[in-house]
């Protein structure tokens, strides 16, 4: 299915490294006509690293959707009664964050707005970036992995020979995952090669 015309919430979690794999796939997501709800953790708002400044990143989210940012669980909540939105993605999603989703933890404004998509049946796109998604949180993995309404965009390992447990997601393959979503599909192939230590 289509997202031009479509809502699509973004929720950005802390993995920092990977933002800027992620906000051309928003821009994308804008020139192509889709609305933009953009969802952002605790954590971006409030931590600087060596990839950006969190205001930075935060001015220029609402640069590229033209929309105010969701920065809190109470602003969240409405999606779900409201049917906000036609699929929520979570991208970066880290490991807290994944583990949260598959364990029913509603803490922040990202979980909320999954759990509000959830609620209306309609389709939550994971896109991991993790190191520990085949260490102690593969359990939490495997259950999102076989649950209703959730779909992961095309994951593999990032680094196999130093971070043998990391996987991150085909970040270009955001929106095409998304329209699979919506037509009730997992995009695949799901594990794909992303690259390989030199």
Do not use: I, M
């Given at each position: 299915m289509e997202l031009t015309g479509k809502t699509v919430g973004i929720g950005l979690s802390a993995s920092h490294c990977t933002y800027n794999e992620v906000f051309p796939q928003i821009e994308r997501l804008v020139q192509e006509g889709v609305s933009v709800v953009p969802i952002v953790s605790y954590s971006m708002q409030?931590?600087?690293?060596?990839?950006?400044?969190?205001e930075d990143w935060l001015n220029r989210l609402r640069q590229i959707t033209g929309n105010e940012l969701i920065?809190?669980?109470?602003?969240?909540?409405?999606?779900g009664p409201g049917k906000t939105l036609d699929v929520m993605v979570i991208a970066p999603c880290t490991g807290n964050t994944l583990s949260k989703l598959a364990n029913a933890i509603t803490d922040s404004p990202v979980l909320m707005a999954a759990k509000a998509t959830l609620r209306n049946r309609r389709p939550v796109v994971v896109a991991i970036?993790?190191?520990d998604a085949l260490g102690l949180n593969?359990?939490?993995?495997?259950k999102l992995l076989t649950a209703k309404h959730i779909y992961f965009v095309p994951f593999g390992q990032d680094s196999p020979e130093q971070k043998p447990t990391s996987?991150?997601?085909?970040m270009d393959l955001i929106k095409a995952t998304c329209e699979a979503a919506l037509d009730g599909r997992q995009l695949q192939p799901m594990l794909i090669e992303r690259f390989r230590d030199t």
């Open positions: 409030t931590t600087d690293t060596k990839f950006g400044r969190a920065t809190n669980v109470v602003e969240a909540e409405p999606l970036s993790t190191n593969a359990h939490n993995l495997a996987l991150v997601a085909r």
